[in-house]
């Protein structure tokens, strides 16, 4: 079983930028498409960018296209998004996640992401 630590999320100004990164235990990590989900107060959680296992494919969110960018590092066991541009509308709980073999997502416990004007 891979249990996913995120880390990186914090306080930044309008315009600024993040970068979350995501530690994953587990020997199979490589061979999982990974994802980030994020939450807003009273908005459902949904899903910002996603990677396959091998960084060939990429997703993003058309709120978040063009300001981030999803990476992994399968040496690392590391899921990164690098976030710019932020806009107070990004403020949420920014969640790692998994895509299991029967393409259900697994979930970390979360990292707050506030962007202030």
């Known amino acids: 079983q891979v249990q996913l630590v995120e880390s990186g999320g914090g306080l930044v100004q309008t315009g600024g930028s993040l970068r979350l990164s995501c530690a994953a235990s587990?020997?199979?990590?490589?061979?999982?498409?990974m994802g980030w989900f994020r939450q807003a107060p009273g908005k459902e959680r949904e899903l910002a960018a996603s990677i396959s296992s091998n960084s060939a494919n990429t997703y993003y969110a058309d709120s978040v296209k063009g300001r981030f960018t999803i990476s992994r590092d399968n040496a690392k066991n590391t899921v990164y998004l690098q976030m710019d541009t932020l806009k107070s509308e990004d403020t949420a709980v920014y969640y790692c996640?998994?895509?299991?073999?029967?393409?259900?997502?697994?979930w970390g416990q979360g990292t707050q992401v506030t962007v202030s004007s």
């Open positions: 587990g020997r199979s990590f490589s061979t999982y498409a």
């Open positions: 996640a998994l895509k299991d073999y029967t393409r259900n997502w697994h």
